[in-house]
């Protein structure tokens, strides 16, 4: 069966391809987030200049096509697909016999367990490939000595390309089967006989990497990936609904619920619903050099309105991941809002060089006169106040100098509250309770109500009676519960029936240990 190499070739392009689009999705989607190809010389001459910098350059050139999904996933599945039938070519046209083991498959499937992967550089596979195609033109030039010298040229140039270790590898890819077919399997010479004696041998790799690609798959990364996406789209319902699958805890994943919770009006209800492991940095990233957390500490900052530090963190992010789109995407917005049209100029010229982006960016430009972005909106300028910077590692302090600005700003009143409930701060947490009064709550939210009735367990009945609230019977009743099922010590039923309420999160989530943080 002469063909059985185009035959394997299609049957896994097809399947490459459904994965990609499927449950791999994920991994070209954060791919063409982190990588912008910039057409012009200056992009051009700074990949040319440093070894393995084309390499870096073809890559993005590939990469910037992962924008429409079904085109990513085509042509990532086909840049897989090729590195097997070049190999098994190759192997054809410098042995003059067939890869009867199919060993030319292996680091096609190896590639596509790797790949599962966002940390695996999608440079491998570009650089294996570009490899081939020279190995390619180097066996298909008929002289023998002008063969040797076009090898030596162009090694030399794809080692300066690719770097030496992708040569290595990309010669072992074509070496082993090579090495088979001429020494272990040469006698297997009719088609027939090779189509039977590659059946098994093809069964054997597809159950193994079936094998491995279900215990290597990671359901978590493939959620909190989707979940920032949602964050970025503003699908609040999507964030939600991807958190209650999500299994286990994560301060990136809390982050995202929390900013999810409050656009959809449930802070105040569902906060402790959701784990909180990090308790109040599970609502913000306290700045601490983290080269991860610089790509979205920006989101929270940004829904308040405080662009300054919002800006901040989206430079910190492109000195760490470069001048990606949504870097530059972010810091355009934040200067046109901020009125420095100069600087968001600059960006705006950078992501016009780009394909898929200019449209974007000549968007952005004609915004530039107004200095209005929809969706953003600048804290103003307090006439004769020194200026003031803001606290990078407690958003506390911010939230409430931003309710002192403007006790309308829900957000930042409800971040408060939750901030300081998740603090275990509940003297600080009721003498801010005042501030509820600037807002139509229908009622006391329930959580609120919780942490008062907590108080008034502790003071005189005058000085709860200052403040003007009262706890409801409900919630006094549940209480009396919730204390009897705890003296009982039946800590599974406990859980199940008042997991969700902030005495169960006081008593036994909070990192902060279960006394009450009185400054």
Same mark, same amino acid.
């Given at each position: 069966?002469?063909?059985?190499?185009?035959?394997?070739?299609?049957?896994?392009?097809?399947?490459?391809?459904?994965?990609?689009?499927?449950?791999?999705?994920?991994?070209?989607?954060?791919?063409?987030?982190?990588?912008?190809?910039?057409?012009?010389? /200056?992009? +051009? *001459? #700074?990949?040319?200049?440093?070894?393995?910098?084309?390499?870096?350059?073809?890559?993005?050139?590939?990469?910037?096509?992962?924008?429409?999904?079904?085109?990513?996933?085509?042509?990532?599945?086909?840049?897989?697909?090729?590195?097997?039938?070049?190999?098994?070519?190759?192997?054809?046209?410098?042995?003059?016999?067939?890869?009867?083991?199919?060993?030319?498959?292996?680091?096609?499937?190896?590639?596509?367990?790797?790949?599962?992967?966002?940390?695996?550089?999608?440079?491998?596979?570009?650089?294996?490939?570009?490899?081939?195609?020279?190995?390619?033109?180097?066996?298909?030039?008929?002289?023998?000595?002008?063969?040797?010298?076009?090898?030596?040229?162009?090694? /030399?140039?794809?080692?300066?390309?690719?770097?030496?270790?992708?040569?290595?590898?990309?010669?072992?890819?074509?070496?082993?089967?090579?090495?088979?077919?001429?020494?272990?399997?040469?006698?297997?010479?009719?088609?027939?006989?090779?189509?039977?004696?590659?059946?098994?041998?093809?069964?054997?790799? /597809?159950?193994?990497?079936?094998?491995?690609?279900?215990?290597?798959?990671?359901?978590?990364?493939?959620?909190?990936?989707?979940?920032?996406?949602?964050?970025?789209?503003?699908?609040?319902?999507?964030? %939600?609904?991807?958190?209650?699958?999500?299994?286990?805890?994560?301060?990136?994943?809390?982050?995202?619920?929390?900013?999810?919770?409050?656009?959809?009006?449930?802070?105040?209800?569902?906060?402790? #619903?959701?784990?909180?492991?990090?308790?109040? !940095? *599970?609502?913000?990233?306290?700045?601490?050099?983290?080269?991860?957390?610089? !790509?979205?500490? =920006?989101?929270?900052?940004?829904? %308040?309105?405080?662009?300054?530090?919002?800006?901040?963190?989206?430079?910190?992010?492109?000195?760490?991941?470069?001048?990606?789109?949504?870097?530059?995407?972010? +810091?355009?917005?934040?200067?046109?809002?901020?009125?420095?049209?100069?600087?968001?100029?600059?960006?705006?010229?950078?992501?016009?060089?780009?394909?898929?982006?200019?449209?974007?960016?000549?968007?952005?430009?004609?915004?530039?006169?107004?200095?209005?972005?929809?969706?953003?909106?600048?804290?103003? =300028?307090?006439?004769?106040?020194?200026?003031?910077?803001? &606290?990078?590692?407690?958003?506390?302090? !911010?939230?409430?100098? %931003?309710?002192?600005?403007?006790?309308?700003?829900?957000?930042?009143?409800?971040?408060?509250?939750?901030?300081?409930?998740?603090?275990?701060?509940?003297?600080?947490?009721?003498?801010?309770?005042?501030?509820?009064?600037?807002?139509?709550?229908?009622?006391?939210?329930?959580?609120?109500?919780?942490?008062?009735?907590?108080?008034?367990?502790?003071?005189?009945?005058?000085?709860?009676?200052?403040?003007?609230?009262?706890?409801?019977?409900?919630?006094?009743?549940?209480? &009396? /519960?919730?204390?009897?099922?705890?003296?009982?010590?039946?800590?599974?039923?406990?859980? !199940?029936?008042?997991?969700?309420?902030?005495?169960?999160?006081?008593?036994?989530? *909070?990192?902060?240990?279960?006394?009450?943080?009185? #400054?």
């Amino acid at each position: 069966m002469k063909k059985i190499d185009y035959f394997i070739f299609t049957l896994i392009t097809l399947i490459f391809s459904y994965l990609f689009s499927g449950p791999l999705s994920y991994i070209l989607y954060y791919q063409e987030q982190h990588h912008l190809f910039l057409f012009g010389n /200056a992009n +051009l *001459s #700074k990949h040319l200049i440093i070894q393995g910098g084309p390499l870096s350059y073809m890559t993005d050139f590939v990469i910037q096509f992962f924008y429409y999904p079904w085109v990513g996933s085509i042509l990532f599945a086909l840049l897989i697909s090729f590195q097997y039938l070049i190999t098994s070519l190759l192997c054809k046209h410098i042995t003059r016999k067939a890869d009867s083991l199919q060993l030319s498959l292996l680091p096609a499937l190896y590639f596509l367990i790797c790949y599962e992967s966002v940390e695996f550089p999608v440079s491998w596979i570009v650089g294996v490939l570009l490899g081939l195609l020279v190995i390619w033109a180097i066996v298909c030039i008929p002289f023998r000595y002008f063969r040797w010298l076009t090898a030596v040229l162009l090694l /030399a140039v794809l080692i300066y390309s690719a770097g030496p270790l992708i040569v290595l590898v990309t010669l072992l890819i074509v070496a082993v089967p090579c090495f088979f077919a001429r020494f272990v399997t040469h006698h297997i010479k009719n088609d027939k006989t090779i189509l039977l004696f590659s059946l098994p041998v093809l069964l054997l790799y /597809a159950g193994v990497t079936f094998y491995f690609f279900v215990h290597s798959y990671s359901t978590r990364e493939r959620q909190m990936i989707e979940a920032g996406k949602c964050v970025k789209e503003k699908d609040w319902n999507g964030v %939600l609904a991807i958190s209650a699958r999500y299994q286990g805890t994560n301060q990136l994943f809390s982050y995202f619920t929390n900013m999810a919770l409050y656009h959809k009006g449930r802070m105040p209800y569902d906060l402790f #619903k959701y784990a909180q492991p990090a308790g109040v !940095e *599970s609502l913000y990233f306290p700045w601490k050099s983290d080269s991860r957390q610089s !790509e979205y500490g =920006h989101f929270i900052y940004e829904e %308040l309105g405080y662009l300054n530090e919002a800006h901040r963190w989206a430079f910190e992010a492109m000195v760490v991941f470069g001048e990606t789109a949504p870097n530059l995407t972010n +810091l355009i917005r934040y200067n046109i809002a901020n009125n420095r049209p100069l600087v968001a100029q600059r960006f705006i010229n950078i992501l016009k060089q780009s394909l898929f982006y200019k449209k974007e960016a000549i968007a952005y430009e004609r915004m530039l006169p107004s200095g209005k972005v929809p969706g953003l909106k600048a804290l103003s =300028h307090q006439e004769g106040k020194p200026a003031r910077f803001a &606290n990078v590692m407690n958003l506390g302090p !911010e939230l409430r100098y %931003l309710c002192e600005r403007d006790s309308s700003d829900r957000m930042a009143f409800e971040y408060l509250m939750s901030d300081l409930l998740l603090s275990n701060q509940v003297v600080r947490f009721v003498e801010n309770l005042g501030r509820i009064r600037a807002f139509s709550y229908p009622a006391l939210p329930t959580l609120y109500e919780e942490a008062l009735y907590i108080y008034k367990l502790g003071v005189d009945e005058k000085t709860f009676n200052s403040l003007g609230f009262n706890v409801s019977k409900q919630t006094v009743n549940r209480f &009396n /519960a919730y204390y009897k099922l705890l003296k009982s010590g039946n800590m599974q039923l406990l859980k !199940e029936q008042f997991g969700d309420t902030y005495w169960y999160y006081l008593n036994f989530t *909070s990192p902060y240990g279960s006394k009450i943080i009185n #400054k």
